[in-house]
């Protein structure tokens, strides 16, 4: 393995890993018996919903992975009292500390089930986590005493960036009273990302088309979501970029129009990659687009093309993919 391989995967994976989620091990000083945290009082309007918090909240329910996943990076897996809606797996770094916090529901749980372990905090991955149909909006929440925040990419302004990532872990950080924490996460994800741009330099862009599922239509990535950024910072041409949302619906015809060299999957939920590829191979509409013809194709878990702390390093893991003439 050359160097320059090495740069795009583990120099960029380990920094962000290995030092915070060690963290969620220690004692929380959220949950301390000592002289408040500092940084309080914090005011933060987050997707229109301006909260101020005295202090850190004590007992959170998180629903959607990439959301717990950047609690348990921050060391806050002892302020959760329940999580749930897995997309695929942990990471290995996080395992133990997820395994330490009930599932309240394999998706999304009912109102009823959300205030029967009486959290003071729920923290949503997707907007659907608070839908309204099932009563559990952020207005019936606050109605209930219950404080909440939602992702930013649910609700950023057009096209989503590595900035809001950035300020996503920002706010957290500070909501929880620790800041410092999320600082030293940072720098290491803006180190992360300039190792392998360094490594990408004077690469040629590659057209890549992402399949997340789909038969009659392609579900795919667009280009306001962070997997755009994701692909473009990993030497790569999202070929439906101009999809002005996050997720969207495409043609076949278009896809075939637009001639992708490379197919990026998104791995989770009950279809295997696997099974995905051989759709895609076995489609005759699609036997003439390029990333068929040659089979090329790189994977992604799902967790790792949202807006969280796996953002940053996978960034150097679709490189790895997309360039692998850069480790030759």
Not at 26 to 32: A, K, L, M, N, W
Not at 140 to 146: F, P, R, T, W
Not at 240 to 262: H, M, Y
Request: aromatic share 8%; hydrophobic share 40%.
């Amino acid at each position: 393995m050359s160097s320059r391989r090495h740069a795009l995967i583990p120099a960029a994976l380990l920094p962000l890993l290995l030092p915070l989620a060690a963290c969620s091990t220690t004692p929380d000083p959220v949950r301390s018996t000592g002289p408040a945290a500092g940084g309080f009082p914090y005011t933060v309007t987050n997707c229109g919903v301006k909260t101020t918090f005295e202090a850190p909240p004590e007992r959170v329910v998180t629903m959607n992975q990439h959301v717990t996943e950047i609690m348990i990076e921050l060391g806050l897996a002892k302020s959760l009292v329940g999580t749930a809606w897995l997309d695929d797996k942990v990471l290995p770094a996080y395992e133990k500390a997820y395994r330490s916090v009930p599932v309240v529901a394999k998706e999304y749980p009912s109102k009823e089930k959300l205030l029967a372990v009486n959290p003071d905090f729920v923290y949503g991955g997707y907007s659907s986590a608070f839908a309204a149909k099932d009563g559990r909006t952020r207005d019936d929440l606050e109605d209930a005493g219950i404080d909440t925040r939602l992702n930013l990419e649910s609700c950023t302004d057009g096209k989503t960036s590595m900035d809001d990532v950035f300020r996503e872990i920002e706010e957290v950080g500070r909501t929880f009273g620790v800041a410092a924490r999320a600082a030293k996460w940072t720098a290491g994800a803006r180190t992360a990302l300039a190792t392998t741009a360094a490594g990408l330099k004077g690469v040629k862009p590659v057209s890549v088309f992402v399949y997340d599922s789909g038969d009659k239509t392609a579900f795919t990535a667009g280009g306001a979501g962070i997997g755009n950024e994701l692909i473009e910072r990993a030497g790569g041409r999202n070929v439906f970029a101009d999809l002005g949302k996050p997720f969207g619906d495409a043609t076949w015809e278009q896809v075939v129009a637009r001639r992708p060299e490379v197919i990026v999957i998104y791995d989770y939920g009950a279809t295997t990659v696997a099974q995905k590829k051989k759709r895609l191979l076995e489609d005759p509409v699609l036997k003439d687009v390029p990333a068929i013809r040659n089979k090329r194709f790189a994977v992604m878990p799902l967790s790792d093309a949202v807006l969280g702390v796996r953002a940053p390093a996978a960034v150097g893991r679709l490189a790895d993919q997309l360039h692998p003439e850069t480790g030759e």
